[in-house]
T-cell receptor, first 113, second 112 residues
Framework: KAGVTQTPRYLIKTRGQQVTLSCSPISGHRSVSWYQQTPGQGLQFLFEYFSETQRNKGNFPGRFSGRQFSNSRSEMNVSTLELGDSALYLC????????????FGPGTRLTVL | GNSVTQMEGPVTLSEEAFLTINCTYTATGYPSLFWYVQYPGEGLQLLLKATKADDKGSNKGFEATYRKETTSFHLEKGSVQVSDSAVYFCALLRSNDYKLSFGAGTTVTVRA
């Protein structure tokens, strides 16, 4: 069974731009969660999607948004990029939600210049 | 609030040494506790978990016991290998809103 895939793996953007990251969950998994990992703040929960609906949300500004498609694939969008948005963005999928085991992808490394 | 505090690294050990990584938590309700491991260049992998007090999670020689009286979930391994070199994260799943909170991570390096 293929694991969680994330594209692209690396991305370089400049301040003010926007970016879209993609996550394909494990087949059959309906829940997708997103996390931001930085040296200073560690791993922080962004949001969780289930059946195309945002079910849970962390404490991030509205510049961070996401969506989920009918095939459970998910995208995360960050608008008006700031230097502090440079991070590893991790996606995790699970069968039904956070009480099930989370399977993480390798992440997308975003650098904002 | 709910939070996880784990010992700061980095931790450097020799092969076959005993490893302990301390993790304590503050939480309301009855959280589930996890240890995740991140190998270089990879995403996180679930190492073990415990969902209620006194549960012991174990996997690949690692163990951790959910201690409600001390609000702790310390990770231990009796004899580490070079392949155990990684970053280890303690995490808590809140029972009221099902948000996953992570500790800062502890980098472990095992030398041959």
């Amino acid at each position: 069974k293929a694991g969680v895939t994330q594209t692209p793996r690396y991305l370089i953007k400049t301040r003010g731009q926007q970016v879209t990251l993609s996550c394909s969950p494990i087949s059959g998994h309906r829940s997708v969660s997103w996390y931001q990992q930085t040296p200073g703040q560690g791993l922080q929960f962004l949001f969780e999607y289930f059946s195309e609906t945002q079910r849970n949300k962390g404490n991030f500004p509205g510049r961070f948004s996401g969506r989920q498609f009918s095939n459970s694939r998910s995208e995360m969008n960050v608008s008006t990029l700031e230097l502090g948005d440079s991070a590893l963005y991790l996606c995790a999928s699970s069968l039904e939600g956070m009480t099930n085991e989370q399977f993480f992808g390798p992440g997308t490394r975003l650098t904002v210049l | 609030g709910n939070s996880v505090t784990q010992m700061e690294g980095p931790v450097t050990l020799s092969e076959e040494a005993f490893l302990t990584i301390n993790c304590t938590y503050t939480a309301t309700g009855y959280p589930s506790l996890f240890w995740y491991v991140q190998y270089p260049g990879e995403g996180l992998q679930l190492l073990l978990k415990a969902t209620k007090a006194d549960d012991k999670g174990s996997n690949k020689g690692f163990e951790a016991t959910y201690r409600k009286e001390t609000t702790s979930f310390h990770l231990e391994k009796g004899s580490v290998q070079v392949s155990d070199s990684a970053v280890y994260f303690c995490a808590l799943l809140r029972s009221n809103d099902y948000k996953l909170s992570f500790g800062a991570g502890t980098t472990v390096t095992v030398r041959a």
